[in-house]
C-alpha cells in the first residue's frame, strides 16, 4: 500500500503543478488596446502590451491586471446619466447640484454640468500612483471647472465664450493630471450645460434673449452693409474713371489750344496787323452770328474785300458793299 501511494502521489502531484502552471496563462486582445500589469508579490515588476498569449508566474507568486487603455471614458461632473437611450428612448439624465453649483468671477452664481472624455497612456501610473485614480481625477476636474468658471465672468460663461473655458479647463486639468502623475491623456472638456440658478432663471433668459436679438441685428446690418458697399465701391470707381477720361479730355483740349495758339501766333508773327484784323472780324461773326456787317473805308477809296455774308456784295465802283440797308454798323452791334 505504502509503494501504492508513493506511485499515485508523485503523478496527482506533477498533475496538479502543471494544473496550477497553467494559471499563469493569459490572453491580450488587441481590440482596445489591452496592456496588462504584472505584480510579484503585490510588487510592479513589467508591463506586458504586445497582443497575444502571454505567460507569468502562476497565483500567488505573480499576478496579472488587465486594463483596456484605448478606450475612451467619460467623467460627468454635476449631473448622472441614468438611463441611456435606446433607438426609441432618450436618455435620462439626473442633476447633482452640489457638484454643478459654481460662481463666476463677477460673483454670480450659475449651474454647470460637465463630462470630460480621457484614456490611459501609462496603465502603471494610472493603477499605483494614485489610489483610486477615477475619484482622483473627479476630484481634479471638479477644481479645474470651479477654478476656471471663477476666472471668467457669468456672460462669457452662458454665451459665447463656453469654447474658449472648455479649452482653458482641458489644458489646466491636464497640468494636474501630469503633476500627479494620473496617467492619463484628456480627451475632450465639454459643458454639457450651464443656467442660472432656479430664482434668478427668468431674468438670465431676457439676457440670453436679447444677447440674440443684438447678434441677430448686427448679421442683418452686416448683410444690409455686404449689399451696399460693393455697390457704392461700383459707384465710387465709375466716378473716378468719369473724372479721369474728364482730365484727359481737358487735358488734350488743353494741349490742342496751345497748339492752336502757337500757330497763330507764328502767323502773327508775319503779319501782325492783318492778323488781328481777321481775329476781329472772326470774333465779331461769333459774337454776332445773324447781323449783316458792312465795312467801308474812309475817305470813299475803293476797298476790296471777300463778302463776310452770302447777302454782302461787294461793289468794286462805289467802294462799298451793296445792300438795302444802310451802310454802316448799329451802334448796339458794334
Request: with cysteine.
Given at each position: 500500500?505504502?509503494?501504492?501511494?508513493?506511485?499515485?502521489?508523485?503523478?496527482?502531484?506533477?498533475?496538479?503543478?502543471?494544473?496550477w502552471?497553467?494559471?499563469?496563462?493569459?490572453?491580450?486582445?488587441?481590440?482596445?488596446?489591452?496592456?496588462?500589469?504584472?505584480?510579484?508579490?503585490?510588487?510592479?515588476?513589467?508591463t506586458?502590451?504586445?497582443?497575444?498569449?502571454?505567460?507569468?508566474?502562476?497565483?500567488?507568486?505573480?499576478?496579472?491586471?488587465?486594463?483596456?487603455?484605448?478606450?475612451?471614458?467619460?467623467?460627468?461632473?454635476?449631473?448622472?446619466?441614468?438611463?441611456?437611450?435606446?433607438?426609441?428612448?432618450?436618455?435620462v439624465?439626473?442633476?447633482?447640484?452640489?457638484?454643478?453649483?459654481?460662481?463666476?468671477?463677477?460673483?454670480?452664481?450659475?449651474?454647470?454640468?460637465?463630462?470630460?472624455?480621457?484614456?490611459?497612456?501609462?496603465?502603471?501610473?494610472?493603477?499605483?500612483?494614485?489610489?483610486?485614480?477615477?475619484?482622483?481625477?473627479?476630484?481634479?476636474?471638479?477644481?479645474?471647472?470651479?477654478?476656471?468658471?471663477?476666472?471668467?465672468?457669468?456672460?462669457?460663461?452662458?454665451?459665447?465664450?463656453?469654447?474658449?473655458?472648455q479649452t482653458?479647463?482641458?489644458?489646466d486639468?491636464?497640468?494636474?493630471?501630469?503633476?500627479?502623475?494620473?496617467?492619463?491623456e484628456?480627451?475632450?472638456?465639454?459643458?454639457?450645460?450651464?443656467?442660472?440658478?432656479?430664482?434668478?432663471?427668468?431674468?438670465?433668459?431676457?439676457?440670453?434673449?436679447?444677447?440674440?436679438?443684438?447678434?441677430?441685428?448686427?448679421?442683418?446690418?452686416?448683410?444690409?452693409?455686404?449689399?451696399?458697399?460693393?455697390?457704392?465701391?461700383?459707384?465710387?470707381?465709375?466716378?473716378?474713371?468719369?473724372?479721369?477720361?474728364?482730365?484727359?479730355?481737358?487735358?488734350?483740349?488743353?494741349?490742342?489750344?496751345?497748339?492752336?495758339?502757337?500757330?497763330?501766333?507764328?502767323?502773327?508773327?508775319?503779319?501782325?496787323?492783318?492778323?488781328?484784323?481777321?481775329?476781329?472780324?472772326?470774333?465779331?461773326?461769333?459774337?454776332?452770328?445773324?447781323?449783316?456787317?458792312?465795312?467801308?473805308?474812309?475817305?470813299?477809296?475803293?476797298?476790296?474785300?471777300?463778302?463776310?455774308?452770302?447777302?454782302?456784295?461787294?461793289?468794286?465802283?462805289?467802294?462799298?458793299?451793296?445792300?438795302?440797308e444802310?451802310?454802316?454798323?448799329?451802334n448796339?452791334?458794334?
Amino acid at each position: 500500500m505504502k509503494k501504492l501511494g508513493l506511485k499515485l502521489f508523485v503523478p496527482a502531484l506533477l498533475l496538479i503543478i502543471g494544473i496550477w502552471c497553467l494559471t499563469g496563462f493569459y490572453t491580450l486582445r488587441s481590440d482596445g488596446g489591452e496592456q496588462a500589469v504584472i505584480m510579484r508579490f503585490g510588487r510592479h515588476i513589467r508591463t506586458e502590451d504586445e497582443a497575444g498569449l502571454k505567460w507569468h508566474l502562476p497565483y500567488p507568486i505573480e499576478t496579472a491586471e488587465i486594463v483596456k487603455c484605448d478606450v475612451i471614458r467619460s467623467l460627468e461632473l454635476g449631473y448622472r446619466t441614468q438611463q441611456t437611450g435606446g433607438i426609441d428612448q432618450q436618455p435620462v439624465y439626473a442633476a447633482v447640484q452640489e457638484e454643478s453649483l459654481m460662481i463666476t468671477g463677477d460673483e454670480n452664481l450659475v449651474h454647470t454640468e460637465t463630462v470630460i472624455q480621457y484614456r490611459i497612456k501609462n496603465v502603471a501610473d494610472y493603477l499605483f500612483n494614485v489610489r483610486q485614480a477615477p475619484e482622483a481625477l473627479k476630484m481634479a476636474t471638479e477644481a479645474s471647472v470651479r477654478r476656471v468658471v471663477a476666472n471668467h465672468n457669468l456672460d462669457d460663461v452662458l454665451t459665447d465664450q463656453k469654447d474658449a473655458i472648455q479649452t482653458e479647463i482641458l489644458s489646466d486639468l491636464q497640468t494636474i493630471c501630469d503633476e500627479y502623475g494620473l496617467g492619463v491623456e484628456i480627451i475632450k472638456v465639454a459643458l454639457q450645460d450651464v443656467y442660472a440658478p432656479e430664482e434668478v432663471a427668468d431674468a438670465f433668459t431676457d439676457v440670453i434673449k436679447a444677447r440674440e436679438d443684438m447678434n441677430r441685428y448686427i448679421n442683418e446690418a452686416q448683410k444690409k452693409a455686404n449689399e451696399i458697399v460693393p455697390a457704392a465701391e461700383a459707384k465710387q470707381q465709375e466716378i473716378l474713371n468719369e473724372a479721369n477720361a474728364y482730365k484727359e479730355k481737358r487735358i488734350a483740349e488743353a494741349k490742342g489750344d496751345v497748339e492752336n495758339f502757337r500757330q497763330v501766333l507764328a502767323k502773327y508773327s508775319l503779319g501782325p496787323e492783318v492778323t488781328r484784323t481777321r481775329m476781329y472780324l472772326e470774333t465779331m461773326r461769333e459774337v454776332l452770328p445773324k447781323a449783316k456787317i458792312y465795312i467801308m473805308k474812309d475817305g470813299g477809296e475803293t476797298l476790296r474785300l471777300l463778302p463776310l455774308g452770302q447777302e454782302a456784295a461787294v461793289s468794286a465802283a462805289s467802294g462799298r458793299y451793296d445792300s438795302t440797308e444802310p451802310a454802316s454798323v448799329n451802334n448796339d452791334q458794334e
